[in-house]
């Protein structure tokens, strides 16, 4: 698997809101005064582990006056290890759900992906654009649309039809496995995708798209 840099995918972020990035990272970010501060990270990197990644960070901080400064924070990665340098040996999808304090974590999830080749895994990255405006769209109904690029993400209905198909087929064949906060860990199969989905909405298209 060679290395994906993020700044191929930098055409699906809305370039009014883009700010001065590197060439592994595309940053982009909407403030409204004495409301709120929403941004986007896209950051690719291939570390000592041999990783080949993608991650998303999507943080949505309402000023302090306004719910208590609340924080929404979540941390997605699509990522593949080579094959002895960790158990994870498919390309996989992590999910890092943090709750109102930014370093206070309340759920982390592992996604096996059965991918064929890098051209499917490229294509899954894309895929993941249309899932994560409608992530954004939970957070902020108006949110989406400023912080991504609806014209070419509405051009990414057959990649994020692949990526859900290789989701679907996951959950009912691997299941996920699950860290609910406290550290215990579940395999979690489709039947019992509510005990994850009703604690936290933004997975719902990801892992159960019919019900969004």
Not at 101 to 107: I, L, R
Not at 130 to 136: H, N, R, T
Request: hydrophobic share 30%.
């Amino acid at each position: 698997m060679t290395f994906i840099n993020a700044d191929d995918f930098k055409e699906y972020l809305n370039p009014k809101n883009m700010k001065p990035g590197s060439p592994d990272t595309v940053f982009v970010e909407v403030s409204v005064p004495d409301e709120y501060t929403s941004s986007i990270l896209v950051r690719s990197q291939q570390d000592y582990d041999e990783r080949v990644t993608i991650d998303f960070t999507v943080k949505f901080k309402h000023h302090e006056h306004q719910e208590e400064g609340k924080i929404f924070q979540r941390e997605i990665s699509i990522e593949h290890h080579q094959e002895d340098k960790s158990q994870h040996d498919k390309p996989h999808v992590q999910f890092h759900i943090h709750g109102a304090n930014p370093d206070q974590k309340v759920g982390h999830l592992w996604l096996m992906l059965d991918l064929d080749d890098a051209d499917q895994y490229e294509k899954c990255i894309e895929g993941f654009f249309p899932v994560l405006k409608d992530i954004v769209h939970i957070c902020r109904e108006d949110l989406d649309e400023a912080l991504l690029n609806k014209e070419e993400i509405d051009k990414l209905g057959s990649q994020r039809q692949l990526l859900l198909e290789k989701i679907q087929k996951s959950l009912q064949t691997r299941g996920i496995e699950y860290e609910f906060p406290g550290g215990h860990k579940e395999q979690i199969f489709f039947k019992d995708i509510d005990k994850i989905t009703s604690q936290d909405r933004t997975l719902i298209p990801l892992l159960n798209p019919i019900d969004y």
